[in-house]
């Protein structure tokens, strides 16, 4: 099976190891589709039950005609002499046919019910809004099967200089078809079976060649982001990361999928909605890939490459990439501090990381609050000085003032047990105090301290989870999905290989084949150092989901968290959700 055994390591598998699974290809080939073409004659009332007088079908694959359909049905009322000069079918033509209860099923059956098999009508709202009237009346299940108009194919095929309407008779003339259109239902499908044999001749050089892609061509899409179709051509059938490179060579969109050729060609079809994105598929001029073997392996590339390359059009691109952390300064009387970086060794005296400052802002703000210690920035001594005052803070009781006492900061302690993901103290105040804002009816206030203890809780629950990534020399888990055993080796918090092995008694081999063959990781001198923060939030999440196994780790069993901080934001969102 294709696909690469490692994520940062392109050397060969180890002989009996499965890397890779099979997936599917983009989609069914217009080749192997099967389209029905109808035609209907109808008194020319409303759709309903006893309208239709005529039903007219052409079975189609690949271009031959593999089958007719052709009845008269008996509408039970009589045909208007005006239909009757246009069709040329009479009252007394349709006395003796078949009512549309006994037809309709056996057209039905005609159609069949495959996905592959698409209904095709000029002017399908008229046609198949009939036949749905009709299967509604009699209470019989509609196929279900795509539906196409070839009125709305013409119009984005056939221009006007080409054509003066899209009228089946006119465009039938346009094209120079063998069966000309006479109002009858069998002539009119075979005419319009022809239109769709041209159309579809036009649509392959636009890059139109699958069902999928059959399913948007009527949408607006500009020509020549049409064209650009073939940029996924080559790319591969498996999972992988993608990514959009500009004129000058610059990586403009990073992006990951479990079938990278199928979701490249989506960005050329009215499937992408996004109006930034359609602009940056316009600037493309070509795309580049990486396969892998699993959708993880493939979601770390991605959050790699945008950290690596800052592509514009990714809005993840926008996050810092040294994500900010609260500590405490090192200095006689310490304060809180906000950093970008903290050492690996001091990882359990620092609180993050944040998402962005202004969380960590949040945080800082009530941990000062909650334990009174220092805020002013002044390095103080280690010994009171004479010319020190304390400030305001001190008679509000926000600070132990040890400018004018020379003591350590009895607050110190608190802090530290907060920074180390302890945040039971500063929860239970904040809550207490968001209680009673509420009470108050300060809303305003009381949505600021939400957001404060939002911000803590949030960080601190997420410092639980990283620790236990950044802080283990390697970790080996596997997991069963439809594809087999997915196997992953991380160390130090960064993935460096995954695989997938046929059967369970399979892993072990697998995992230690994988272990033997990725590169190494040093150990990181920064906390959380070794990969991105999002990647390490990743793997954890998939380490930690159900059915995940951990396999055994060379070092040391792998501790699970306290989960003590999560619980306290799950308690946050509770409170937050009853006091809306």
Same mark, same amino acid.
């Given at each position: 099976m294709a696909g690469r055994l490692a994520l940062e390591d392109a050397r060969r598998a180890p002989e009996g190891i499965d890397v890779q699974m099979s997936f599917a290809d983009l989609g069914t080939d217009l080749r192997n589709v099967t389209f029905v073409v109808v035609d209907l004659e109808t008194t020319g009332g409303r759709p309903g039950a006893e309208e239709i007088t005529e039903i007219g079908?052409?079975?189609?694959?690949?271009?031959?005609? &593999?089958?007719? !359909?052709?009845?008269?049905?008996?509408?039970?009322?009589?045909?208007?002499?005006?239909?009757?000069?246009?069709?040329?079918?009479?009252?007394?033509?349709?006395?003796?046919?078949?009512?549309?209860?006994?037809?309709?099923?056996?057209?039905?059956?005609?159609? $069949?019910?495959?996905?592959?098999?698409?209904?095709?009508?000029?002017?399908?709202? !008229?046609?198949?809004?009939?036949l749905k009237a009709a299967a509604a009346a009699l209470d019989l299940p509609f196929p279900p099967v795509m539906t196409l108009d070839t009125v709305q194919l013409a119009r984005r095929t056939i221009t006007r200089d080409e054509t003066p309407n899209y009228k089946l008779a006119t465009l039938?003339?346009?094209?120079?078809?063998?069966?000309?259109?006479?109002?009858?239902?069998?002539?009119?499908?075979?005419?319009?079976?022809?239109?769709?044999?041209?159309?579809? $001749?036009?649509?392959?050089?636009?890059?139109?060649?699958?069902?999928?892609?059959?399913?948007?061509v009527s949408d607006p899409v500009p020509y020549r982001r049409r064209l650009k179709a073939n940029l996924a051509d080559g790319l591969p059938r498996t999972p992988g990361v993608y990514r959009f490179i500009g004129p000058s060579g610059d990586v403009l969109y990073v992006g990951t999928s479990v079938n990278v050729y199928k979701r490249v060609r989506q960005y050329f079809t009215a499937a992408e909605k996004r109006t930034r994105i359609a602009e940056m598929v316009d600037l493309a001029v070509r795309v580049e890939a990486t396969p892998t073997a699993t959708r993880l #392996?493939?979601?770390?590339?991605?959050?790699?490459?945008?950290?690596?390359?800052?592509?514009?059009?990714?809005?993840?691109?926008?996050?810092?990439?040294?994500?900010?952390?609260? &500590?405490?300064?090192?200095?006689?009387?310490?304060?809180?501090?906000?950093?970008?970086?903290?050492?690996?060794?001091?990882?359990?005296?620092?609180?993050g990381p944040f998402t962005t400052m202004k969380a960590a802002k949040k945080a800082k703000d009530l941990l000062e609050r909650v334990t009174n210690v220092r805020t002013c920035t002044n390095r103080l001594p280690l010994a009171a000085a004479p010319r020190f005052r304390a400030c305001s803070l001190l008679e509000m009781g926000r600070c132990s003032a040890p400018c004018?006492?020379?003591?350590?900061?009895?607050?110190?302690?608190?802090?530290?047990?907060?920074?180390?993901?302890?945040?039971? #103290?500063?929860?239970?105040?904040?809550?207490?105090?968001?209680?009673?804002?509420?009470?108050?009816?300060?809303?305003?206030?009381?949505?600021? #301290?939400?957001?404060?203890?939002?911000?803590?809780?949030?960080?601190?629950?997420?410092?639980?989870?990283?620790?236990?990534?950044?802080?283990?020399?390697?970790?080996?888990?596997?997991?069963?999905?439809?594809? $087999?055993?997915?196997?992953? &080796?991380?160390?130090?918090?960064?993935?460096?290989?995954?695989?997938?092995?046929?059967?369970?008694? #399979?892993?072990v081999g697998v995992a230690e084949a994988l272990a033997a063959t990725t590169p190494a990781v040093d150990e990181p001198t920064t906390a959380c150092g070794a990969a991105p923060v999002d990647e390490m939030q990743l793997l954890y999440d998939w380490i930690f989901s159900p059915g995940t196994r951990l396999l055994s780790s060379p070092e040391r069993p792998l501790a699970v968290p306290r989960r003590s901080a999560q619980r306290h934001r799950i308690d946050v969102e509770r409170e937050h959700v009853s006091s809306a």
């Open positions: 079908a052409v079975k189609s694959v690949g271009g031959e005609v &593999v089958g007719e !359909f052709a009845t008269l049905v008996n509408p039970n009322q009589p045909i208007p002499p005006y239909i009757a000069v246009l069709t040329g079918i009479t009252t007394a033509m349709v006395m003796e046919a078949p009512r549309i209860a006994e037809v309709l099923p056996e057209f039905f059956e005609f159609v $069949g019910a495959s996905p592959d098999t698409v209904l095709v009508a000029h002017n399908a709202r !008229f046609d198949v809004g009939h039938s003339r346009v094209i120079a078809t063998e069966v000309t259109p006479t109002h009858r239902a069998l002539d009119d499908a075979r005419a319009t079976q022809e239109l769709l044999q041209f159309i579809l $001749g036009r649509l392959g050089p636009l890059g139109v060649s699958h069902l999928e892609d059959l399913k948007t #392996e493939a979601q770390a590339h991605e959050l790699r490459d945008i950290q690596r390359f800052d592509p514009p059009y990714n809005r993840r691109s926008k996050r810092p990439q040294n994500r900010p952390w609260l &500590v405490l300064t090192n200095e006689p009387h310490p304060r809180l501090s906000i950093v970008r970086s903290v050492p690996a060794h001091d990882l359990h005296n620092a609180l004018v006492t020379g003591e350590p900061q009895r607050a110190l302690e608190s802090a530290r047990r907060a920074l180390s993901g302890l945040v039971d #103290e500063a929860v239970e105040h904040a809550m207490a105090n968001l209680r009673l804002l509420a009470s108050r009816e300060e809303f305003e206030r009381a949505a600021d #301290e939400r957001d404060r203890l939002s911000a803590l809780v949030t960080t601190a629950a997420r410092r639980e989870r990283l620790t236990l990534l950044a802080a283990t020399a390697e970790i080996r888990a596997t997991k069963q999905t439809e594809h $087999g055993w997915e196997t992953i &080796v991380v160390r130090w918090g960064r993935l460096v290989g995954t695989a997938v092995a046929s059967s369970l008694h #399979e892993v």
